[in-house]
């Protein structure tokens, strides 16, 4: 299954042999994977989530002991303590979840990594080295302002400079373009493509076929832990990856991954429309300011009518978090509008508006929608705690009634626990977010908001999920979608709403969208609409 | 090992964590006991002590026999109460350390009573509420200054100690002085004085006090809306406000039922403790009851039931202490040392995971008790 | 204690700031890292004694020392169990304190008289004579030390270790640093501090050891924290000022007429320390990670 075939000037830099990992709790993330690393190389690292390539690259650049197996150089075989080991060999990562310290500034950032600890900081020097580097490389970061302040993609660019300052020749980045908007995601590219013209290797984990197909040279796919592909790209179809990735039948495969242009028209001629026309939320010229002060959502106006998904597209971070926590009584926005059938929603209690027919799937389930040490029957009531249903007069709850509720959700949304008083951290990520989708439908709502509903599940969770919605759309529920995932929101969508820095570019029908135009209006470029 | 054995030992692994988890909260808390006796008995022998006789005498004092264990319970007494004052707290995630000062407060203005008459019943009544309300508002400073200004409940609760101190050996020794004798207050009138349960003992019926105080609790945490908005605040505010809790309101609820206990302790005690039953310039009687009270609330893991267990073992450790004195010549202050070793041991979670050894034991001892190993239901993390 | 001016209440204070100042600065390096120790208290207690006894036996600076060893121990068991362990902080620093507590008053009671030791005076760090009155040593050293901890903080790649440990270990962690490793070392370094505190007290100041020793200061030396936000020059400010109210008190009790009750003088300091911390708020910025135990995976 492994294809050794050497790209013209590469020679091997790194061999990772039989590497398996097991996690202190028993799960078993790898499973015996091998590969084998060359220069003038970028290999893309594909796999759903939970698939283990996070840590694969954890291990290589010295974050993770191996729980056996070994990773072996020309020289011989290495072995690293920690990260700074592997940066000194040439091996360095770029983080999801960045590895900054936010009050430190770029240059501060960086020295972080150097040796010496009773040595004077030299900042002045870093600098220097620093804005050397940034001529180089072409990527530009004020280096004197704290890092929380810079935007995120400023903040990766720090992460990679911080990196390539090491002089590494393993480049790693871990799903470095889903904060990113497709200018910059045009830019790393040319950036990549430099540097492995000048003989360094990259790893590049992603979940996006296309960005793959774009960019690397060859592909690695990864499933449950194994490694099931490693192909040259340019030999590789969508559809043999989708398959590879997913392990099932390829039509469920496409389903599950990245749509293509071409699928998506007939996916939705197959939909049914059904819109009531009534207008259920309304919002007009909701401004509201985000947790740094600055204005997060900028004048947005909008209706949602019952049967009708309408979906917000955009990058993470533009907004969406602070509208969507504006209408559920999590954030009080500065002015504008927005009624459910008439009655105000703005700066009141979440309880309330969970009273005038709201349910809320937040986009972090663990910190927003459950309580974790609380069990599945104490999660079930979040929010409705105080409904008649549940509560008896003093307060005092009618855990007889909550409990059997508890087991119908879980049987109806096909829950997998051992009861209702299992913990709630007990669950699998899916069923914890069928949890709270069955908990939200519970209430009844006349509107649905659902926000990353999706995001960090397995394929048959997400679509289950995905199912339960455009059910609650044909039942003629209004649905406020907010996905960072594109291809959900356009395939699931009625309308769709581009959002970028707290404005809707466009408003429309996904039909009339094609994604050049969809990564231009993501990336806040105002594109006239085409006619015929 | 290869890949094969790792993944048979992490499954066996995880079943027996799941085992141990069962029984852990009570086992942890059976494990700090013990190494906080170890450590008591290592200190004695440095110091050329038998700990044998020590702690023979320690139990015979404790629980030797009825007039031992209403003893013992005397001791108990005031110690639920002012464990429930951390536990609440704790549960809606503050740090209540100022159950001491709330407590000196509580018995002060339970002396009060001594100025009017009323029936008893009435009488009693009225102290506990005094007390009660005294307790609280002694809180609600610190707990409206973290609401407010952010201030941190630790330092402004330990605060409040010490200005208790003062200002309680100020009213005491001043205002609420028994003109005949100068170091005590004035005493409980027989109306108010709570019944002394076992003649001869100190055990009065300031035990029913606390144990119905720590059932409503355990009914209010688990049994109702507000207690369950209480336990949310505190595991979890960003989904309790998900969900419509009022964050403040319920933090704010905690600390005052919280002061409402440290009250009600001191209450007890100068209600119910023959033969003065009046409070003495630096509150001897009191001394420290609030902060064995946290020890206490670790100990019962921090729930009614479990505390009141805890409660009874500490109890038994300070009444026991005398004979321990007097029959041992241990001079009674090592019961604070095995206190604070307890509760450094208790500071340390999943005591099984620290000692390699003794997960190795039993682990032996536990794969063999099992059939089969539990199937891998896990998750991975890429 | 005779307070004949202002002077002599002045000197009162300084000595009073001396086992503040070395408290709170060696616990803004141990908070700048991450480790919240609320047993000071109890550090300062077991020191003071470990120092009486240590001064008996060796003189005073082996009785100096001895308190330094105490304070590294105590705070080593901290670290480790809130490091490696994964403990709860804000409980071992409860266990300390009451251990101590039963420690001292047990040990008090073995040397002879309970609750009350005097030190003989072959174990007394001599003050200094100058004109304006007798002066420890240690004074010098409680407001050097802050100018020293804070160029370090700001200006040496060490300082920005401990910064980046207790405000984003991750990062800290991928840049190579062992971050149990720096949180023990800032532990250690913080319980020397605290006690050559306590062992400056029975030692060199008041020459005795009591049952409640500490007397709160544990907890006025969090305080200075707090509102120093872990700037080692402010914390020496506020431990002036708290010793110089500390010192007010106890002139007070010394006037002839009882103007005002002694006793709440002796409320005072705590007053004091309160407005501060009330008043100090919303200036600072703590470490984010501050009480949490950092896990890698």
Redesign the interface.
């Known amino acids: 299954m492994s294809d050794t075939n050497a790209p013209r000037k590469g020679e091997m830099f790194l061999r990772a042999e039989g590497i398996t990992k097991i996690y202190s709790d028993g799960t078993v993330a790898l499973k015996e994977a091998s590969v084998e690393i060359h220069s003038h190389e970028i290999i893309g690292l594909l796999g759903e989530n939970g698939a283990g390539k996070t840590t694969l690259t954890k291990i290589l650049s010295g974050l993770l002991p191996p729980t056996s197996g070994r990773v072996v150089s020309p020289a011989g075989p290495v072995q690293f303590a920690n990260p700074r080991e592997a940066l000194d060999f040439g091996i360095g990562m770029v983080h999801q979840h960045f590895a900054l310290v936010g009050t430190f500034t770029a240059a501060e950032n960086v020295a972080l990594s150097y040796d010496r600890p009773f040595a004077r900081t030299q900042l002045a020097k870093t600098v220097e080295r620093l804005e050397a580097l940034m001529e180089e490389s072409g990527l530009g970061v004020p280096l004197n302002v704290p890092v929380e302040k810079l935007a995120v993609g400023e903040q990766q660019r720090v992460e990679i400079l911080k990196v390539l300052s090491r002089d590494v020749n393993l480049l790693i980045l871990d799903e470095p373009t889903s904060v990113l908007t497709p200018l910059e995601v045009d830019e790393l590219f040319n950036l990549l493509r430099r540097l492995k013209d000048a003989g360094k290797s990259i790893i590049l984990i992603t979940h996006k076929l296309k960005e793959v197909q774009d960019i690397t040279n060859r592909i690695i796919v990864l499933r449950q832990g194994e490694m099931v592909g490693d192909v040259k790209t340019a030999d590789a179809t969508t559809e043999q990856l989708a398959q590879l990735m997913v392990g099932q039948a390829v039509d469920e495969a496409i389903d599950a991954v990245e749509l293509s242009d071409q699928e998506l028209p007939v996916r939705r001629e197959r939909r049914a429309v059904n819109r009531s026309g009534k207008s259920i939320l309304h919002v007009e010229n909701l401004t509201a300011r985000g947790n740094t002060g600055d204005i997060a959502v900028d004048g947005v106006s909008f209706d949602i009518h019952g049967g009708e998904i309408f979906g917000i597209a955009g990058v993470e971070g533009n907004g969406q978090t602070e509208l969507v926590e504006s209408l559920t009584g999590l954030r009080v926005p500065i002015s504008g509008t927005a009624t459910i059938n008439g009655t105000n929603i703005l700066g009141i209690d979440p309880r309330q508006i969970y009273r005038l027919g709201v349910a809320h799937i937040p986009e972090d389930r663990w910190e927003l929608g459950l309580v974790l040490p609380f069990t599945l029957a104490e999660n079930a009531i979040l929010g409705v705690h105080r409904w008649k249903e549940f509560r008896g007069p003093f307060s005092v709850l009618k855990w007889g009634k909550i409990n059997q509720h508890v087991r119908e959700l879980m049987d109806r949304f096909e829950i997998r626990a051992t009861g209702p008083s299992a913990p709630a951290k007990s669950l699998s990520g899916g069923n914890q977010q069928k949890l709270i989708v069955g908990r939200e439908l519970a209430k009844d709502p006349a509107i649905i908001v659902a926000a990353q509903p999706t995001r960090g599940l397995d394929i048959g969770s997400a679509r289950y999920i995905r199912q339960t919605l455009v059910d609650m759309r044909e039942k003629g529920r209004a649905i406020l979608l907010v996905s960072a995932d594109l291809d959900e929101v356009l395939a699931h969508a009625d309308r769709v709403a581009i959002m970028y820095e707290g404005r809707f570019m466009e408003v429309c029908a996904p039909e009339e969208l094609d994604r050049e135009r969809v990564g231009m209006l993501m990336g806040g470029v105002t594109v006239a609409k085409e006619t015929a | 090992m290869t890949a094969q054995e790792a993944q048979q030992q992490s499954r066996l692994l995880r079943g027996i964590h799941r085992t141990v988890t069962g029984l852990h909260p009570a086992l942890e808390s059976l494990i700090a006991a013990v190494a906080g006796l170890l450590v008591g008995a290592l200190l004695m022998v440095i110091w050329g002590f038998n700990p044998w006789e020590a702690y023979s005498a320690l139990i015979q004092g404790a629980y030797g026999g009825s007039y031992e264990w209403a003893n013992t319970l005397s001791w108990a007494t005031p110690l639920i109460l002012t464990a429930l004052t951390f536990s609440i707290c704790l549960r809606a995630g503050m740090f209540n350390i100022g159950a001491e000062g709330q407590m000196y407060m509580g018995a002060l203005a339970a002396v009060c009573i001594a100025y009017f008459t009323l029936p008893p019943g009435l009488h009693h009544l009225v102290g506990l509420l005094f007390a009660a309300a005294a307790g609280a508002i002694w809180s609600l400073v610190p707990a409206a200054l973290k609401l407010m200004r952010g201030v941190s409940e630790v330092i402004s609760t330990i605060m409040f100690n010490w200005i208790a101190k003062w200002l309680g050996l100020y009213l005491a020794l001043n205002i609420l002085v028994d003109s005949m004798r100068a170091e005590k207050t004035v005493s409980i009138p027989i109306t108010a004085r709570l019944p002394v349960l076992v003649k001869g003992t100190s055990l009065s019926a300031g035990i029913f006090v606390s144990v119905a105080f720590a059932l409503v609790i355990y009914f209010l945490l688990w049994h109702t809306a507000t207690g369950y908005e209480l336990r949310a605040a505190g595991l979890n505010p960003t989904a309790a406000r998900y969900g419509g809790i009022r964050n403040k309101r319920t933090m704010f609820l905690s600390f005052i039922l919280g002061g409402v206990a440290a009250g009600l302790a001191g209450a007890t005690i100068v209600m119910g403790l023959p033969p003065t039953y009046a409070a003495f310039g630096g509150f001897p009687q009191l001394l420290n009851m609030g902060f064995n009270g946290m020890a206490v609330a670790m100990v019962g893991r921090n729930h009614p039931i479990g505390i009141i267990v805890a409660a009874i073992f500490f109890g038994g450790l300070s009444s026991g202490g005398g004979w321990m004195q007097i029959l041992a010549g241990v001079p009674l202050e090592m019961i604070n040392v095995v206190m604070g070793a307890i509760v450094l041991t208790m500071s340390i979670p999943e005591l099984i995971r620290v000692f390699p050894a003794a997960k190795n034991g039993i682990q032996k001892a536990l794969r063999s008790m099992l059939r089969k190993p539990r199937s891998a239901a896990g998750e991975g993390s890429a | 204690m005779n307070f004949s001016n202002f002077i002599d209440l002045l000197r009162i204070a300084l000595h009073a700031m001396v086992p503040l100042a070395l408290t709170a600065v060696g616990e803004i390096v141990g908070e700048t890292a991450g480790l919240f120790n ?1 047993g000071l208290e ?1 550090i300062l207690l077991l020191s003071a004694f470990a120092g009486a006894l240590g001064a008996e036996i060796g003189g005073p600076f082996v009785g100096l020392l001895l308190g330094m060893a105490v304070g590294a121990v105590v705070s080593l ?1 901290f670290a480790i ?2 490091t490696y ?8 620093g ?10 001292v ?2 040990g008090l ?2 040397l002879g008289v ?1 609750g009350h030791h005097v030190v003989t005076n072959s174990g007394h760090l001599l003050k200094i004579r100058t004109p304006m009155g007798m002066y420890s040593p240690m004074i010098l050293v409680a407001v050097i030390l802050p100018f020293v901890i804070h160029w370090f903080l700001k ?7 401990l ?2 440990a207790g ?2 270990p ?9 971050i149990n490793r720096i949180r023990l070392l800032a532990a250690v370094f913080g319980g020397i501090l605290a006690g050559l505190a306590g062992a400056y007290m029975s030692v060199g100041w008041l020459y005795m050891v009591t049952k409640g020793f500490a007397a ?1 200061r544990g ?1 006025i030396a ?2 200075c924290v ?1 509102f120093s936000g872990l700037n080692p020059l402010l914390a020496l400010l506020a431990a002036f000022v708290f010793g110089f109210f500390q010192a007010l008190a106890e002139w007070v009790k010394t006037l002839p007429n009882k103007i005002i ?1 002694y ?2 003088v ?2 005072l300091p ?2 004091v ?2 407005l501060v ?2 008043g100090a ?2 200036r600072v ?1 703590f470490p ?1 990670f501050l009480g949490e135990p950092y896990k ?2």
């Open positions: 609320i109890g068991l169990i809130n362990w994964q403990g709860t902080q804000m409980v071992t409860i266990g300390i304190n009451l251990f101590a507590m039963g420690f008053a047990f009671i073995q309970p200006r040496t790649r060490a300082g920005l270790m910064k980046a405000e984003m991750e990062a800290a962690d991928v840049a190579g640093i062992n709160g907890f969090l305080a707090v009750p006793e709440f002796s409320m705590y007053i320390t309160l911390v009330s708020i919303g910025r984010k890698r995976e």
